[in-house]
């Protein structure tokens, strides 16, 4: 994280702005911008999606589906774009829904917590599948806005056989 990076942490977003926010970057994933998507991460910031059978869990001691720092999630931003990328080469087509946003004030780091819901249909190959569960987020303001410095994903579904993989962003 840079100085420059950081403006004024006291001063708090709205909901809408955050809300906003969340539904710029379900529209970058449905749209397969990938790169402007990353563009919305901090230099220092964390992606984790923990397996569906132990939602607590720690990437200091527990094996996540996802646990990326800026530069693996950069790299998978490359991957996903290639045509090698056969799981998603043609890309799927998805529908990000987001809903049930909680706020929570600044922390000491003037990082604000955001809590929400979520439903991510993606249809591939004449099939549709449907992902849902939980969004946790740690936003900050930066001088380009609102940037994503934490983000975890947490599947509510018991079992992941019936949505083929989890080879999209979700």
């Known amino acids: ?16 702005e955050i809300e906003d926010f969340l539904y710029r970057e379900a529209e970058l994933l449905d749209a397969w911008a990938l790169d402007d998507w990353v563009q919305l991460f901090t230099e220092d910031a964390k992606y984790e999606v923990p397996c569906n059978d132990a939602l607590d869990g720690d990437p200091s001691t527990d094996l996540l589906l996802i646990d990326d720092d800026i530069n693996r999630l950069r790299s ?3 991957r996903l774009n290639s045509r090698r990328a ?6 799927s087509r998805t529908n ?9 004030g600044p922390d000491d780091n003037g990082e604000i917590g955001v809590r929400a819901h979520f439903t991510v249909w993606r249809f591939r190959g004449g099939r549709s599948y449907c992902y849902v569960g939980k969004y946790r ?6 001088e380009a806005g609102l940037r994503i410095c934490f983000r975890r994903v947490e599947l509510d579904m018991s079992d992941l056989r019936d949505v083929s993989d989890v080879a999209i962003v979700i």
């Open 1 to 16: 994280m840079t100085t420059i990076e950081r403006v004024d942490s006291r001063q708090q977003a709205t909901r809408a």
């Open 86 to 91: 056969h799981r998603e080469y043609p890309h």
């Open 137 to 142: 987020y740690r936003l900050r303001r930066t």
């Open 96 to 104: 990000h829904q987001i809903f049930n946003v909680r706020v929570e």
């Open 76 to 78: 998978r931003v490359v």
